[in-house]
């Protein structure tokens, strides 16, 4: 699996396209296609984005099991209450992962066998100025009690992939950190 987590916002799609095509070229294999704009119209352009991602033999996450069939998407990344109204895993998946920001929820995607979850926010962060981050040794704390690859999320960039692995982590994962920067 990478240590790095791409999350993809969609802003605007030719700039979010270039920018995957960029983390493609760096040797970015892992991505989550996270978009408000989960809507029928806006399908040939996940569509095309998924397809630039598998052309480099990458794996992509969408945030919904329906998108997830109708994109050929390699998984679904479950938003921390959607995971928390799971009762088992979908035997449809092929990859399964979450959004976490406890104990409570990070224990329940190790119970879900999610294949990695994310945990955030490690640090502050621009996107939720108002959210109280974790830190490092709250979120090594959380990481040790549970056996599946968990993500630092929140305020942090490549170059803090180090610390991030020496507390427990298996990567790191963002926006900025990848994108638009």
Not at 77 to 103: I, V
Not at 105 to 117: I, P, T, W
Not at 145 to 172: M, R, T
Request: proline content about 4%.
């Amino acid at each position: 699996m990478s240590n790095m987590y791409v999350i993809l916002d969609q802003r605007d799609e030719a700039l979010l396209l270039e920018q995957v095509t960029k983390n493609l070229s760096e040797g970015l294999r892992l991505f989550y296609f996270r978009s408000a704009k989960n809507t029928p119209e806006n399908l040939p352009f996940i569509k095309k984005t998924i397809d630039l991602i598998h052309s480099h033999q990458a794996k992509v996450l969408v945030s919904t099991e329906v998108l997830y069939k109708l994109c050929n998407a390699d998984g679904v990344h479950f938003a921390s209450r959607d995971l928390m109204n799971l009762t088992q895993r979908p035997e449809t998946l092929s990859l399964m992962a979450a959004s976490c920001h406890n104990e409570r929820e990070l224990q329940k995607a190790a119970e879900l066998n999610c294949d990695f979850a994310v945990l955030s926010p490690v640090q502050a962060t621009q996107s939720h100025p108002d959210a109280t981050p974790l830190g490092w040794q709250a979120f090594e704390a959380m990481v040790k009690q549970v056996s599946i690859p968990v993500y630092a999320l929140g305020g942090v960039n490549q170059e803090d992939l180090p610390k991030a692995l020496l507390h427990g982590a298996c990567g790191i994962a963002g926006i900025r950190a990848f994108m638009y920067a």
